[in-house]
């Protein structure tokens, strides 16, 4: 008989540790290997920093900022705040201390969890600002003393000597599903974060039905690796709460450069990810085939395309038979399962890919191969998930289907509405935006233009802020436009401009390392990544993938002009979110010259 009712996560974990005891329930990296960490330690720890927490006074309700990248020490912080029936407010770590002050700020958090020393110095640069803040733990010990300071050890030291002990199963029993568990401040792509305030219920909901759709396809025995920063809805739902359901044990990368040798050091049986890992991964295997020999090439080649005759077994399901199947496996055996070993993918059985869209060719290039990557679509106010392709029915290019008890409807004007038990509270704070994005009749506005197609499947056609309205009067999204270029194994990043202009535009990122290959083969020398966009060879060859990739666009929908710039976006040099969303606002002003000239005045 389970110890505690089942009306939210912290509950559940309780029982899961009860259950699993001496078994490993997540993984670090420590001393150039991974160890791992059973459910009982981590259980221990989280009822000492809960008692710490309770040492201070903290109430029911009451807001703890936490503000570190994916290890186990986020996972113990967060279940000790929920546990007492407080809010846990994650913060990315890679905001910086006016960003993190803005969140510890609004939020009312009473206390903050740090990762690092240098998330540290960012809270500490800013502390004096931060009225309501009076205590700070970080998990790394730390050089010196600090006045107001806990190192995590310490916490748990403090923790263990509280003697009301019992206090803590009274708190989590207190806990109803529809108090705010957590409240996630949304990226911001334009102005400032809102805090989308998450109800127990709404994480409950949300990871229980997702987790009964696949059940066939998971269980206990499955090892998961996070790298999704944690402080995202994708990652707290998916590779967080559905693990802690089911019991399977979570791995934490080290960082997102580390990945590839994480993927092998841990051959992950599940991951959840954004598009853009898969694109790094895909053009990485490309690039590396490009160097090979021609037989390799040639062999290469063929095994694609029994890969492509293979989708429709591997979307459906369905068993290979007669020749194919022995076509299949010797592919297999020669190229894919070679491929797979060495990117540390041997044990896959499905990836999920969310947080923006990902090219039909990435995801043909995975599934065609055996690796099931189940494209889903959310939102941080839905929890996230509200769609996902099924593992036996999956169609590259749409998001799938509604999961159960989710309803679905698209406005007069293509808004794709959503009512069901993953929808948000609403924002902190924030009544009048609140009132904005919900419908007469309930119904959570998404911001995302979609259709439904004859099978059901969703497909997600753009977003109404970034919606190009040209000088012409024509509507059109970028990001179907960016996806396609992004096909191309010479484009790393691109985004398309055009608002109230006469014809479309792009700024275009190269992929370096493949242009530059590119261009010592055919006799282009250049001095850097400068040098190298401003060579008329790469220029052309940029001009050719751009036709290639947008032919089966309208006209109106054709770039006329490019840009090449000689650096990659990056979140730290502010042109993406988190979670590598191009933040449009920032690049339209950032490169505003370069802009301006791809429209010279006279250009009719």
């Avoid at 753009?462 to 190009?468: L, N, V, Y």
Wanted: glycine share 8%; charged share 25%.
């Amino acid at each position: 008989m389970a110890k505690y009712k089942e009306t939210c996560m912290p509950a559940i974990f309780q029982n899961q540790a009860e259950k699993y005891g001496s078994r490993a329930c997540v993984g670090y990296k420590k001393g150039g290997a991974f160890v791992d960490i059973s459910w009982a330690d981590m259980n221990s720890m989280i009822h000492d920093l809960a008692y710490y927490l309770l040492s201070l006074g903290v109430k029911k309700g009451e807001k703890l900022a936490l503000f570190s990248p994916n290890r186990w020490e986020w996972w113990v912080a967060n279940q000790a705040t929920l546990s007492i029936g407080a809010i846990s407010v994650p913060i990315y770590a890679t905001n910086s201390s006016e960003e993190a002050q803005y969140i510890i700020d609004n939020s009312d958090s009473r206390a903050c969890f740090v990762g690092t020393e240098d998330h540290l110095d960012r809270v500490l640069k800013v502390r004096g600002k931060l009225k309501r803040m009076k205590h700070i733990v970080v998990f790394d010990e730390t050089r010196k003393k600090l006045k107001g300071v806990l190192t995590l050890s310490e916490a748990f030291k403090v923790g263990r000597g509280y003697k009301k002990k019992n206090e803590f199963d009274k708190r989590l029993k207190s806990v109803k599903p529809s108090d705010v568990s957590t409240i996630i401040y949304t990226s911001g792509t334009t102005g400032n974060p809102k805090g989308v305030m998450l109800m127990h219920s709404n994480f409950l909901s949300n990871a229980t039905i997702v987790y009964n759709e696949v059940k066939e396809h998971m269980s206990s025995e499955d090892t998961m690796l996070s790298f999704l920063p944690l402080s995202h809805s994708l990652e707290m739902t998916c590779g967080y709460f559905i693990p802690t359901l089911i019991g399977a044990k979570v791995c934490f990368a080290e960082d997102i450069s580390k990945l590839m040798e994480n993927f092998q050091e841990v051959r992950p049986t599940i991951i959840i990810s954004v598009p853009r890992i898969y694109e790094k991964v895909h053009a990485g295997i490309l690039a590396k085939v490009a160097e090979g020999s021609g037989v390799k090439k040639a062999i290469f080649g063929w095994a694609m395309k029994i890969a492509a005759k293979n989708l429709p077994y591997e979307c459906r399901n369905m068993p290979r038979t007669g020749l194919f199947a022995k076509q299949f496996n010797l592919a297999d055996k020669l190229v894919f399962s070679k491929l797979k070993k060495t990117i540390g993918l041997d044990r896959m059985r499905f990836a999920i890919s969310g947080g923006g869209p990902l090219s039909v060719s990435d995801a043909e290039f995975f599934i065609g191969m055996g690796i099931k990557i189940l494209e889903g679509f959310g939102l941080t106010e839905t929890t996230p998930v509200t769609h996902f392709n099924r593992p036996n029915n999956i169609k590259p290019g749409t998001v799938g289907h509604p999961i159960p008890q989710t309803k679905v409807r698209i406005s007069d004007d293509g808004e794709l509405l959503i009512k069901g038990p993953q929808v948000m509270k609403g924002y902190y704070k924030n009544p009048k935006a609140t009132k904005e994005v919900f419908t007469r009749d309930g119904f959570f506005k998404t911001g995302d233009i979609a259709m439904i197609d004859e099978e059901g499947f969703l497909k997600i056609t753009g977003r109404i802020k970034d919606i190009i309205v040209t000088a012409g009067g024509k509507n059109i999204s970028p990001q179907n436009i960016e996806n396609s270029l992004k096909t191309s194994q010479y484009i790393e990043q691109v985004a398309v401009i055009g608002d109230r202009r006469k014809y479309l535009s792009a700024l275009v990122i190269p992929a370096f390392e493949t242009v530059s290959k590119w261009a010592k083969k055919n006799g282009v020398s250049f001095s850097g990544h400068k040098d190298l966009t401003e060579k008329p060879e790469i220029y052309k060859l940029i001009a050719g993938e751009i036709e290639k990739y947008t032919k089966q666009y309208a006209r109106v929908e054709q770039i006329r002009k490019f840009k090449l710039l000689d650096a990659e976006w990056t979140q730290q040099t502010g042109e993406l979110t988190p979670t590598q969303k191009v933040k449009r606002r920032i690049i339209e002003s950032k490169y505003a010259k370069e802009i301006e000239s791809l429209y010279p005045p006279d250009n009719d």
